[in-house]
């Protein structure tokens, strides 16, 4: 499996973690839940440092997904991975509402570009 095969399948396996994590939430779940912050920033760590090693290797992605802030998302990895402590919560709360499930359906498109990229875990094939 090439490495960028690889990190389209994470990409999906962490935004769908993402998703059902915080399936049901609310904002107040968000704010009075230290343990739920710290597992989606972590899932976030984790599905940005793979989009920024994506993009690497296949920098035309951007092109195909012009609605997506890839750049900001790079950012945001760096930010979080460098800085935890100065994560503004609120901020994190508007790119799990507004940001996630886009990026989950650029993601899932292009896994759908080639089958060899359905993600190996069967509970995650359904989400593709």
Not at 103 to 122: F, M, W, Y
């Amino acid at each position: 499996m090439s490495a960028a095969k690889n990190y389209v399948e994470l990409m999906l396996l962490h935004c769908g973690k993402t998703l059902a994590k915080m399936d049901g939430r609310t904002r107040q779940d968000w704010e009075n839940d230290e343990n739920l912050r710290d597992a989606v920033c972590m899932r976030l760590m984790s599905l940005t440092d793979c989009i920024k090693e994506y993009l690497k290797e296949t920098p035309s992605v951007a092109e195909r997904f012009p609605h997506i802030p890839w750049d900001n998302i790079v950012r945001f990895r760096d930010k979080i991975a460098h800085h935890y402590e100065g994560i503004d919560c609120d901020v994190v709360w508007e790119i799990l509402e507004s940001d996630i499930t886009p990026l989950h359906e650029a993601i899932k498109n292009l896994a759908r570009d080639d089958a060899e990229l359905l993600p190996a875990h069967p509970q995650d094939r359904d989400a593709v």
